[in-house]
Structures are given as C-alpha cells and as structure tokens.
Nanobody, 116 residues
C-alpha cells in the first residue's frame, strides 16, 4: 500500500523559510511525477510545484523564484524549500505522487502558517 507522509510544516514569520518533506513508502516503483498542492481556507486547491522522474521541475507562478522542489529517488522523498514566505502562503500543503495513469496517491496534508 503506497503511503505519503508530509513533514516540516508549522509556523514561520513572514520572510522566513520552511522545508517540507514528503516521504513515500509501500512501493519500489518510480513515481512518474510528484507534486505539492496547497489549499487555503475558502479557496480551491492549487498546484504549487511538481517534479518529474527525470528531475525536471515545474512551478506555479505563486512560487516562482521563492520555492524550490526536488526529489531524492533513493530515499523516496520529495522536498519543497519555501523561502520568503508571505501572508499569501498559509495553507494546508499536500503531496501527491503518480505511478501510472489512474494510480495517484495523496498525503494527509500539513499546515503552514505565516505570521506577519
């Protein structure tokens, strides 16, 4: 059973940094793409960043220049380095991973709070 567990969220001051981690377990297969989404209260879930199996990253405009996504295939872990956090960034951040069409998995989500 594939499981994704996020860690590293919490409270940070505006302008600060956080590093989120997403640890995968339950499979030896290579995820084709892994991504971070976020959902703020009253808002739709939105893509933050994604990283493909070849390491190619993709960012939403909201995180370009501030966020950096990476993955360690050997450790089955994906990271999201978030710098220069603003009051627009608080949300529940969730990781997702795709093994193949129709085989998509989600973590439970982890809250990120930014104090001004």
């Amino acid at each position: 059973q594939v499981q994704l567990v996020e860690s590293g969220g919490g409270l940070v001051q505006a302008g600060g940094s956080l590093r989120l981690s997403c640890q995968a377990s339950g499979t030896t297969m290579l995820f084709q793409v892994m991504a971070w989404y976020r959902q703020a209260p009253g808002k739709q879930r939105e893509l933050v960043a994604a990283v493909y199996s070849n390491g190619t990253p993709r960012y939403a405009d909201s995180g370009k220049g501030r966020f950096s996504i990476s993955r360690d295939i050997a450790k089955k872990t994906m990271y999201l380095q978030m710098n220069s956090l603003t009051p627009d960034d608080p949300a529940v951040y969730s990781c997702t991973a795709n093994l193949a069409p129709g085989r998509n998995y989600w973590g439970q989500g982890i809250p990120v709070t930014v104090s001004s």
